[in-house]
């Protein structure tokens, strides 16, 4: 079974979040940390802070949507404001 993925990235250097999907974490993180990820590259180092698997590519892609508009980012808080 794949999964499909919408992750969360804080940046160390502005303490900026970026939320991107992927179909391979490892692989796309990798990418990011090494710069070769236009969005992310000025912001490095990154770290990930949350990630959540979807069976579908639609599905994943719609939460995407979602964590990236504001009620979706005040989900995103709550759900990590103690681990941040």
């Known amino acids: 079974m794949s999964f499909h993925y ?3 990235l804080e940046s ?3 303490g900026n979040w970026y939320t991107g999907y992927t179909r391979d ?3 796309r993180l990798q990418q990011h940390r090494q710069g070769k990820v236009p969005s992310t590259k000025h912001r490095l180092p ?3 802070i949350y990630f959540e698997g979807c069976k ?3 599905d994943a892609l ?3 949507r979602y964590l990236k508009s504001g009620p979706g ?3 995103l808080r709550n759900r990590l404001k103690r681990s941040l």
């Open 6 to 8: 919408v992750y969360l």
């Open 12 to 14: 160390k250097n502005d």
């Open 25 to 27: 974490l490892r692989k």
């Open 46 to 48: 990154i770290t990930l």
């Open 56 to 58: 579908s590519k639609s």
């Open 62 to 64: 719609a939460h995407e």
């Open 73 to 75: 980012k005040r989900y």
